[in-house]
């Protein structure tokens, strides 16, 4: 074998692959450059009818020694290279994904520290403030067992209209009495755009539920209102993506402090309210840096989940859970078949861990 004709041959071949290399590249800016014109005039960036006239074009003027099926196979290959190139460059950056910013957001409440490597907060009180009385004794026996947080109704969003819609302001005003009275801070429901200056005056953390998780007003309204922490729900049929890209509204209109909370989906399953998606608190954590917690109330409906579901939700890495408590459940204004008594609400703090721990009362998650 001629040796140095071969080795001539390769370094032809080397030069040729410079060129091609150069030439693709080249390609793939254009390419780019349409693309993103396409983006911005808001039209696809996926022809198939320009696709086929450009291999029906090269397949014309093909020189050979390839054939028609190989100059196809090789230019759908770079056809679409390109566009993958095009769609990574295109791609928005969120401030809730974790491409962004891969630490773990650290939502304070008070001296209450949601997320990262705290252990998991317990947020509990009755679905809905209802009197006075009913409030207080709640406040005065959560805070007593340790909770930080205590949550309660004053705006309640009922399926049936001509149920108990909630105290509104004045339900605020007791709960915020209740709060400062026992050391907790307050978690609420806002359910409408216009009380935002009332919810930053009475409450701690706005709660955004399941049933406004997709009002956009309102999200952007308290994105730009307020940077007082945000306990978003996911909605009832929405999509993890869909979750994050409400919190993602709330973040981009200013408020970085949002805390996520899965509290079960629509399925068609009728042995619980709703589904807790266990995989979406995990996944939620990879793809984004907030916090997550789980509200075992809602999504089971059932007292006789509430421990294995709590468990289940600091398994697989919540920051915190949320769990509705009432003085005397059964003559409940709302959710009476899963609020628990005082007694209950013992039981279930024996029974998921919950404990002293430097002087905090915190989940023990060791144990998993
Ligand atoms: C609530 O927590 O009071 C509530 C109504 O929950 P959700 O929005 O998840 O149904
Ligand atoms: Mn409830």
Redesign the pocket.
């Known amino acids: 074998m001629p040796e140095s004709k071969i080795t001539e041959l390769r370094g032809e071949i080397d030069k040729l692959n410079l060129e091609l290399l150069q030439t693709l590249s080249k390609r793939a800016s254009v390419a780019k450059e349409i693309g993103s014109l396409q983006t911005s005039a808001g039209v696809s960036t996926y022809d198939p009818m320009r696709e086929q006239e450009m291999l029906n074009a090269l397949v014309a003027t093909n020189p050979g020694p390839f054939d028609a099926g190989t100059i196809k196979s090789l230019f759908k290959a770079i056809f679409q290279a390109s566009m993958e190139t095009g769609k990574k460059a295109d791609k928005p950056k969120f401030l809730t994904s974790r491409a962004t910013k891969n630490e773990d957001t650290v939502v304070m409440v008070g001296d209450v520290a949601i997320g990262g490597k705290h252990s998991p907060v317990l947020v509990a009180g009755p679905?809905a403030i209802e009197s006075k009385e009913q409030v207080m004794m709640t406040a005065e026996f959560v805070a007593s067992r340790g909770v930080k947080l205590f949550r309660g109704?004053a705006y309640?969003?009922r399926t049936d209209p001509y149920s108990f819609q909630g105290l509104g302001e004045k339900g605020l005003q007791i709960g915020r009495e209740a709060c400062d009275k026992y050391g907790m801070k307050f978690v609420a429901?806002i359910m409408d755009a216009r009380d935002i200056d009332l919810f930053i005056e009475y409450v701690d953390v706005l709660?955004i539920?399941?049933?406004n998780s997709q009002n956009f007003t309102m999200l952007r309204t308290v994105g730009q209102k307020t940077t007082k922490p945000v306990l978003l729900?996911r909605g009832l049929s929405s999509k993890i993506e869909e979750w994050v890209m409400s919190a993602e509204y709330l973040l981009s209109e200013g408020n970085p402090n949002v805390i996520l909370c899965e509290?079960g989906i629509r399925t068609y399953e009728p042995y619980t309210r709703n589904t807790l998606d266990v995989s979406a608190v995990a996944l939620a954590k990879l793809e984004t840096h907030l916090p997550v917690m789980v509200?075992v109330t809602?999504s089971g409906g059932r007292r006789d989940l509430l421990v294995p579901l709590t468990k289940a939700g600091l398994a697989i890495g919540a920051d915190g859970i949320?769990i509705e408590v009432h003085p005397n459940p059964a003559v409940a204004l709302s959710d009476q078949k899963q609020q628990v008594d005082f007694e209950e609400f013992d039981n279930y703090l024996k029974d998921t861990g919950y404990h002293s721990k430097l002087s905090e009362k915190r989940f023990e998650v060791y144990g998993f």
């Open positions: 679905c109704g309640k969003p429901e709660q539920g399941a049933r729900k509290r509200d809602h949320m």
